[in-house]
């Protein structure tokens, strides 16, 4: 547990927040499913987009990765909105005004994070289908190390809370192979590879569209959050 | 060496890019001087804003911080764009239109990545005064872990790259030990642990502004680029 003060409450609140926000995706198997779900969390007139479905800047490939995935039925596709469930109620309370979930930020389609994921409950893994838009620039005008980052805890986090349950990432570590040209596609593939008590390990691949290229290599260490738990361990 | 057809390649050309690049922050060591630089780098007309500067957005601890650098004459303070000088000419041609840096690409002050970093000639060590707006939003509304990830990077590769020249991300562990409320103000700092070769090692903390909570540490490896290289060694 971290020795600092408060962390032990605020890891409480967020596994009770999160409990809210995996119940939005665990059980929005299909778009019927996920709308009767949100037409019980959310009033009508506030039904959020789901952005995770093509828009008019998706190019061939990322089109194709995910007309692929639909047609699979081992694989089952996550909805994704611009604010997480439950982020009305946080703890956040330095923060002013409206807030955005971090990867759907952007009003204009086409220039961020276009992406779309998909779980695969049998072998416990997800894919995302990653088109980093012109604004996620980096050095020398490559994809930024930092999306690289935000992708891959995106990729596995999802799988975990979809697979298993709320968690929390506790440890992150990346190696970057090869830059990722802005507006190109790339596939997070993440497994999960071993669940020790509240431990859950994992191990992501960054590839090309079409596998040729490995630009990065992660693995990732959630930590489970228990219902009701008043302190949570890291 | 990555085994990746075509990794050299690139490599040489961010290399070349970066050292342009780089150029900009090395000797804009006074207000004055990154003036005179970027008048010789950008016509007159197109002068880049520098967002590494208070606005109303700013709280009182971030300003703090700022104050207590800008007074203190072992701190430099390092510029910041929009776009990455260079980009223009990279080699992402997948991109569409108009680049941003990925840091610097919301339009409304506040609600994104609010930031400010120094280096430290002397100790090889850099600070990043980072205060994240409402759409950095992750889990139960605290930062996303992501942005985390990012601001590391960030601090790292600034201060490699003014202290010792260009270089890229080959390796990123972050360890999360404590979450980051949106709105806060947090501190990044940064130091060169070990240069052997071309290899950079590097550690670095994100507490809260007084100290008091130390939300993550991680470490980085770089490996720097060597002027005309035909083939950089991952």
Not at 86 to 101: C, H, I, P, Y
Not at 133 to 156: F, K, N, W
Request: charge should be negative; charged fraction near 20%; aromatic fraction near 8%.
């Amino acid at each position: 547990m971290s020795p600092e003060s408060g962390t032990g409450t605020m890891l409480y609140e967020i596994s009770r927040i999160i409990q809210g926000g995996a119940a939005v995706c665990r059980h929005a198997s299909t778009a019927a499913a996920a709308r009767v779900e949100h037409e019980h969390l959310f009033p009508a007139a506030l039904q959020p987009r789901d952005y995770a479905v093509p828009n008019p800047t998706w190019n061939p490939e990322t089109k194709r990765l995910y007309e692929e995935l639909s047609r699979d039925p081992s694989w089952r596709r996550l909805p994704s909105y611009e604010e997480f469930a439950g982020s009305r109620s946080s703890m956040s309370l330095e923060a002013d005004g409206e807030t955005r979930f971090f990867t759907r930020n952007l009003d204009q389609e086409g220039i961020g994070f276009e992406y779309c994921m998909f779980y695969n409950e049998a072998e416990k893994r997800t894919v995302f289908i990653f088109q980093p838009g012109p604004y996620l620039g980096g050095l020398a005008g490559y994809t930024h190390g930092g999306c690289i980052a935000t992708i891959v805890d995106s990729t596995v986090g999802a799988g975990i809370v979809n697979g298993i349950g709320p968690a929390m990432t506790a440890n992150l570590n990346l190696d970057y192979r090869s830059p990722i040209p802005l507006g190109s596609t790339v596939l997070i593939d993440s497994r999960v590879e071993k669940v020790d008590g509240q431990k859950v390990y994992t191990r992501c691949q960054v590839r090309s569209h079409d596998s040729a290229v490995l630009h990065s290599e992660a693995t990732a260490l959630y930590v489970m959050l228990k219902s009701g738990e008043s302190e949570a361990r890291l």
